[in-house]
Every structure is written in C-alpha cells, then in structure tokens.
C-alpha cells in the first residue's frame, strides 16, 4: 500500500512555478532572453500557457525570479565566508573556492546573468546590476569590521566593495569559459583570483596611511 502523503496545493504550484524557471533557464542557454516565448516556456515545461499566468504576470516578471534565484544563495554563501574578518586571507580562499563551485553548479544560471548583463531587456539588464550593487553594499558594509578600515568612510569602503565585488564577477565569468573537463583550468583560475584578491586587500591599509 502507498502511504506517501499527498502532495499539498502549496507544494505543487510551488512545483510548477520551479519547472518554469528550469525551462526558461535550459531554452536562455540557447537564445538571449528577448527571444524567449511564453509559448515556448511553457511547451518545455510540459503545462499548458495559462498556467503561466498563475506565476507569473509577464514574462519579464519569470526573469527577475531568474536573477533573485542565481544571487540569492550566492551572497548568503559568499556572507557565510566573511564571518571571520580576522583572517582575510581565509576569507578570500572560501570566498574563491564557494563562488567557483556555485558557479559550476549552477552554470545556467550564471550563463543567463552574463549574457544579459550588458545587452537584452532593459529591465532584466537593470536587476541583475542592482543585485550586482546589493552584493556590493552587503560587502562594504563587512569591510568596515576589517581592522584598518573601520575608520574609513562610507564612499571608501563601497569604491573598495566595488573593486572585489567587480573581480567577482570576471572571475565567475572565467569559469563558465572554463574547458569542460579540466581540472587544471578550475585550479589556474582559483589561484589567480586568489591573487587578484590578495592585491586589492594589501593595498587597503596603504590608502588609509595616505589619507591619513
């Protein structure tokens, strides 16, 4: 006898609004988000194009729910990272190491972000560089807990949350141009952002001492 408890209303529309974005995200791998059809949404996600609306108003609306998805569990991961501001040199390598492996886990996502960032719908152009921002003023905000640079001002530490929150984002590039296959990229990659990184926290206490 099947003893599995029925799936709740909640669940299933919680299901069904999942599937849409997986579509979504598999057909964008393909085409840029301009392109992309209700119709053709639906088709792959097996429902029929009124279901749709029971999500989402506007095809625009599945999109920013697209970009909330990709940076959501990123910057709690990435803030997870930065609890320990004693050690930055810990905080860059998790830091590295957790935005290469979500990348590589969610390569969809994050082809979808890149392709979108600087062309396609204004308003999905839009979101993604205001979530860009977010990171980099959650990110402003934990610098300021560094030793030498709790008396920097505002404009400081968000130029230098810019600056890392920039990195980032050529790094998380880098990885989706990554050779499938190749252990060895990943770990060239690493190591230079690393690098990167290292040299953008080392100049810190420098800019402090000159200001002073």
Do not use: C
Request: proline share 3%; glycine share 4%; hydrophobic share 45%.
């Amino acid at each position: 006898m099947n003893t599995r408890a029925p799936e709740s209303r909640a669940e299933r529309k919680r299901q069904t609004r999942q599937a849409l974005l997986d579509a979504a995200l598999r057909l964008l791998e393909e085409q840029s988000f301009s392109g992309l059809g209700l119709r053709a949404v639906t088709r792959e996600a097996g429902v029929v194009p009124t279901t749709f609306y029971r999500h989402f108003e506007r095809m625009e609306d599945l999109g920013l729910a697209l970009i909330d998805e990709s940076f959501r569990t990123l910057r709690e991961m990435i803030r997870d990272a930065r609890s320990d501001p004693a050690n930055y040199e810990h905080v860059i390598a998790s830091s590295v190491e957790i935005l290469v492996r979500h990348v590589q886990q969610n390569r969809l996502h994050f082809g979808f972000i890149a392709r979108e960032r600087f062309s396609g719908v204004a308003e999905i152009r839009h979101a993604i560089r205001a979530e860009i921002r977010l990171f980099g003023s959650e990110l402003a905000t934990d610098l300021a807990r560094f030793p030498y640079m709790r008396e920097w001002g505002t404009e400081d530490l968000q130029v230098m949350a810019g600056l890392i929150v920039n990195a980032m984002v050529s790094i998380a590039e880098e990885v989706l141009d990554a050779p499938a296959g190749e252990p060895e990229a990943l770990q060239e990659i690493r190591r230079i952002a690393e690098k990167q990184l290292r040299m953008i926290v080392i100049v810190a206490p420098a800019w402090q001492s000159s200001r002073r």
